[in-house]
C-alpha cells in the first residue's frame, strides 16, 4: 500500500492550526505554510550540524510584518522527505514530527527564539 506522506501532512497541519487559539489562527491568516520535498541548496543547514532540516521559517515574525514593507508573505516550509527519513517511514512518527515541526516554526513566526522553544519541549 502505497502511503500519500504529503496528504498526511497536510491534514495534521489544518488539525493543528484549527486547534490553536482562535487569537493565534488570526495570526495566521497572512502565514504560508508550504510542503516541500527538501530544503533548496540555500535554506541547507551549516555543513557541521548533523540533523537533515525538517522545517524553516521564512520571512518577518509576526509583530514585525506590521511594519514590514516586503511583498513577500511569511512562510513555514515544511520539508516532507526530511520529516518522513526522521519518522522512519512510520506515519504515526511521521504526523507527531510533522506536528512538533510545525509547532517549532510557528514559535519562531511569533517571536521566540530556539531557548524558548526548547522550554516548551518544541526543539
Known sequence: MKIDW?????????????ALPQDLQECLTHLLITLD????????????????LLGLFV?????DSQNDSDPLPSAIRLYIENIR?????????????????LLHELGHYLGLEEDDLDKRGLS
Open 85 to 101: 527519513d526522521e519518522a522512519e517511514d512510520d506515519p504515526k512518527r511521521f504526523r507527531h514530527e510533522v506536528r512538533k515541526t
Open 37 to 52: 520535498p527538501q530544503p533548496r541548496k540555500s535554506e541547507q543547514l551549516e555543513a557541521d550540524d548533523q540533523e537533515d
Open 59 to 63: 520571512g518577518s515574525a509576526y509583530a
Open 6 to 18: 504529503y496528504g498526511i501532512a497536510d491534514q495534521e497541519v489544518q488539525t493543528v492550526c484549527k
